[in-house]
């Protein structure tokens, strides 16, 4: 509803962000593109000519491909579903009457605050260390052997160090949607007789549809991409080799920037998958 | 509608809540902590909580062996920078979406979100190629614009969130006030969204403070801003814990400081205006 | 001067044209109230003279200049809308200086407007609050403030009563009637409140479904209304319709006939029914009768002190003279 005038005006105002936005995917994305079918290997002689679809071959056809693939969705599946269980949990806890509850928020807001390469260090060192964690303390106390955190649980230690970071985000969504429910539907449900277990099932979760909605979308794409998490505790070994790790793996460590570029094309299609998937959840749920 | 709680209840909700609360920031409370201590006592069996001999050793030792200021002073320009020039480009770009929605507006909204599903390892060689041409590599003015790049599509998106509770009536009562697009949008929408646009600007200096792919891969001593400062104790030296403690709290504490002192509008941020 | 003349002007969204075309011509000085039930495209017609919509095609004149291209802040006109659309961050005063800030005009000039204004609209005390500080009929007033002091060749009026309550409603329609009279400036205002219309206009447009159903006078539209849809919307309570072997005997197809034109007695009359329900409101009474054989329910208009009561059989006389009769298009035969 608006005047040609104003339309056209609104097509400019727009005009720098999508260009913006436009060059910042195409033009690397092409350029991604046309290395993954070259033979291209910055330190050992340069661009060596188009090889076709070699690079892709080899590194779908490489051990390390699939166990990435895994890696990677394990990883996001774990921590989206750790952060949503008990988001939802810590919500209805931090909904309740109680004293200071500002603080109490503050508190769990504060992991958000939390640069990742400095909370990959810290618990790393500081908890997950086998002699000197506190952890290991812990262990020890109750007569148990310590365990090796980050060689012997890996992948779990890493979902739990990305839970930890991000459990912060999904309660505050979840919060802020459960304190939008309206408490005279709860008390038209109790007044039907409803448990308090079924007023949780019938109307406060399917409430909250949407915002855990939101909560995947938005951790999903910082999910699929952590990085320095990685970079810091494990640098991929032990089985935490994810998707964006191995082809960070190949262009920067190997320099093989032909083969990375294929890997990076995997990445963009796997990412172009859940993307897909989660708009079309997304789109749906956006308009309610 | 406020209902009576049982005194009990209360107090049962309370210490659960505060316990959970405490669980979750404890170690963040025990690297703070850490940093007081002796590299000794930082390390030693059982683990002391607070009966140490409270030092500042280790900020003093961790200030003159890394050059903290500069990283420092890199993060703020690298966040704060990226976070201004994306706002002042994406505020057209909301008021567009919110107050001239087409057809299309909602394609153009999620196809941005999409930008930011682009794995960024998949273009990180031709990015690199990219700053190596330009001379970009290890500079703050090719940081601040990658990472406005990388949260436009949030910032875009949240401002347009914001932007929509605005009634268009207001904007339209401009219009017929005589104000021109550039004196509706700066004299009656900005100062009406400025809630709205705190909430955004903070957290995206958040994101972009600890953002942690690009700054690690494309600086290198220059340019380096804390999250590199950080990933430097990464190595064997990291067992010092006492002064990897000291650089962590160094490292995020003015973004904790931050926080705390602008909570109302952080929490909104947080929920990237997604959630009412 | 302010003299606004829509030549052929239609207005289509996307596939759906909600108003076909159209001319009107609100003379320089009137008082010209658009009414009609919700989604007649009144307020889209309002939002064309103002500029807020592009016409799909036809002209739009202001004192006899073309203006369908015009931007709306170079029509001159001012306008004042439901909401009150005031700048919620700025104070009273600052409101009422924008659009004089937004034309430059020297600051004496401003601050001699906004006291003229203030004054005229008791907002004297209020200059330094902001928005929210105010009563909805305050806030009616500094948008009304707002409008008057660019003095417009024409003022719009979208709806501007319909968010205060009943009692404050009345004021505000007493004083913008008053305003007209004091500026005698051009005033186009939208309502779907018929009583609005009746006691404010100079002309009043009837619209249904973006047609203009009739252009009169209220009286006009009371005593002769074109049509079955002015007869029904016209008036409160609605005009009573019959049909069948009743109108027959006034060859039409349809007569109607007001509540007040119908007098009601225990044992005279050519019509009878039982009261279902009757409303006192002290001045007058309203029954609503069943079982007259005419039409479902027949409105009728007592004096207060008229008392019949539920179940009571009663009789009815129409005044012969105040019957409007209609054609099976429902139009008025003359």
Known sequence: ?288 | MARSVTQKRKIINTAAAWSVGLLIFFPILWTILTSFKTEAQAISDPPVFLAFDWTLENYTVVLERSDYMRFLWNSIIIAGGSTLLGIIIAIPAAWSMAFVPSKRTKDILLWMLSTKMLPAVGVLYPIYLIFIKMGLLDSKIGLVVVLMLINLPIIVWMLYTYFKEIPGEILEAARMDGASLREEVLYVLTPMAIPGIASTVLLNVILAWNEAFWTLNLTAAKAAPLTAFIASYSSPEGLFYAKLSAASTMAIAPILILGWFSQKQLVSGLTFGAVK | MGQIQLNQVTKSFGAVEVIPPLDLTIEDGEFCVFVGPSGCGKSTLLRLIAGLEDVTSGHIAIDGNDATMTPPAKRGLAMVFQSYALYPHMSVRKNIAFPMKMAKLPEDEQKRRIDAAAQALNLTDYLDRRPGQLSGGQRQRVAIGRAIVREPSAFLFDEPLSNLDAALRVGMRLEISELHERLKTTMIYVTHDQVEAMTMADKIVVLQAGLIEQVGSPLDLYHTPRNKFVAGFIGSPKMNFIEGPEAAKYDAHTIGIRPEHITVSADEGPWSGVVSVSEHLGSDTFFHIHETGLADTITVRADGEVNFRHGDRIRLSPRADMIHRFDAEGLRIA
Do not use: C
């Open chain 1, 1 to 288: 509803m608006a005047t040609q005038h104003s339309r056209s005006a609104a097509r400019l105002m727009m005009a720098p962000a999508v260009i913006l936005l436009l060059g910042w995917m195409l033009v690397p994305l092409i350029m991604t593109l046309l290395f993954s079918f070259k033979k291209y290997l910055p330190l050992r002689g340069g661009d060596l000519g188009w090889v076709g679809f070699d690079n892709y071959i080899r590194f779908v056809t490489s051990s390390a491909f699939w166990p990435s693939v895994l890696t990677t969705l394990t990883i996001v599946g774990g921590v989206l579903v750790i952060t949503v269980v008990l988001g939802v949990f810590l919500a209805i806890l931090l909904n309740q009457p109680m004293w200071g509850q500002g603080i109490v928020r503050i508190l769990v807001i504060a992991p958000f605050f939390v640069m990742p390469t400095v909370s990959a260090l810290v618990w790393k060192n500081m908890f997950m260390d086998p002699v000197n964690g506190l952890f290991a303390h812990l262990w020890k106390f109750f007569g148990a052997e310590p365990v090796a955190w980050l060689s012997e649980a890996s992948l779990s230690s890493i979902v739990m160090i990305v839970s930890w970071q991000w459990l912060p985000f999904a309660t505050l969504i979840l919060l802020t949607a459960i304190q939008s429910l309206d408490s005279e539907q709860l008390e038209a449900s109790e007044m039907d007789g409803a448990p308090k277990l079924a007023q949780f099932g019938y109307i406060t979760l399917p409430h909250l549809g949407r915002a855990i909605t939101v909560v995947v979308l938005i951790q999903t794409i910082f999910l699929l991409s952590i990085f320095a998490e990685i970079f810091v505790t494990t640098q991929g070994s032990f089985g935490t080799r994810t998707l964006t790790y191995l082809i960070y793996q190949r262009v920067l460590e190997s320099q093989n920037v032909g083969l990375g570029s294929a890997g990076g094309v995997y990445a963009i299609i796997l990412a172009n998958i859940v993307a897909i998937f989660l708009m079309r959840m997304v789109g749906k749920n956006l308009d309610a």
